[in-house]
């Protein structure tokens, strides 16, 4: 499980184009959205650059939250 810390995730529109970026690279991916902490697990990710990477594309860059 990666978990990762996406500083302007802030509503419901947010949380479903997250999810769609990480699905648009890990499609069977477990996608779990906490908007009050703006933090999402994945599971089933192998790798979190191309989650990385497609979140900054989508328009929320995010890093590896430390402290999970």
Do not use: F, Q, W
């Amino acid at each position: 499980m990666i978990e990762l810390k996406v500083p302007d995730m802030s509503c419901n529109h947010c949380r479903a184009a997250v999810t769609a970026a990480i699905r648009a690279v890990a499609p069977a991916a477990e996608v779990a959205v906490d908007l009050e902490a703006r933090r999402v697990r994945v599971g089933g990710a192998a790798d979190a650059a191309p989650l990385l990477a497609a979140l900054t594309a989508a328009g929320y860059p995010a890093r590896v939250a430390t402290g999970a």
